[in-house]
Every structure is written in C-alpha cells, then in structure tokens.
C-alpha cells in the first residue's frame, strides 16, 4: 500500500496562492493515478483535481477550481503537486492526497490516503 504525505498547507489572503505537495513512499507513477481531495467543515469530501503522472494528460479539474489550480507531477521525486491561485473563502478546507489504481475513477471510498493538510483562505 502507498504511503502519501502532504505539505504545504497554511493560511493565505484571498487572491493568494499555494502550492501543496503529495510525496509518495514509492514509485507509484506508472499504475496509479493521484488526486487532490477537500472536505470543508460539515461538507462531503470532494475531488478538487486529479491526474495519471505516467499517463499522456488524464487531467481532471472540478469546475469550482478550473482555471486558478493546476495538477502536476515530478516522477523523479514521486510527488504530485497542486498549485492554487486566486484563492477564495470558499476554497477553505482540509485537503488530501489520494493514490489508486488507474482504472479506479474518482470516488472517495477506494485508495489510499494521506493525512490531509489545512488550507485557510481569509482576511
């Protein structure tokens, strides 16, 4: 099982930018696709953005985030990135790092996770 920690949390103002880092205890790029995940208090956990580092594209964004964060990743540091610009209120939460098989979809009940790191956007 693939061990996955996030960094890169924090609080910033509105209008602000992060980047949030997922470091995976192995090499996982070539049969796993990873995705960033948020849960905001009293709300579900949701897919923010989601990407296949071994595979050509196979980017997912949810609208809510489209155009102000970008996936990435670097295989040979086994880490994916999320880059987060203009960031907004709403964009606050708990954000997660997920691994799983490709093939998986999306959904919130398979892979593994890691332990989350904070976002606060607020004035």
């Known amino acids: 099982q693939v061990q996955l920690v996030e960094s890169g949390g924090g609080l910033v103002q509105p209008g602000g930018s992060l980047r949030l880092s997922c470091a995976a205890s192995g090499t996982i790029f070539s049969i796993y696709a990873v995705g960033w995940y948020r849960q905001a208090p009293g709300k579900q956990r949701e897919l923010v953005a989601g990407?296949?580092?071994?595979?050509?594209?196979?980017?997912k964004y949810a609208d809510a985030v489209k155009g102000r964060f970008t996936i990435s990743s670097d295989s040979a540091k086994n880490t994916v990135y999320l880059q987060m610009n203009s960031l907004k209120i709403e964009d606050t939460a708990v954000y997660y790092c997920?691994?799983?098989?490709?093939?998986?979809?999306?959904?919130?009940?398979?892979?593994?996770w890691g332990q989350g790191t904070q976002v606060t956007v607020s004035s």
């Open positions: 990407i296949v580092p071994g595979g050509s594209g196979g980017l």
């Open positions: 997920n691994a799983r098989r490709i093939g998986s979809g999306w959904d919130i009940h398979k892979g593994s």
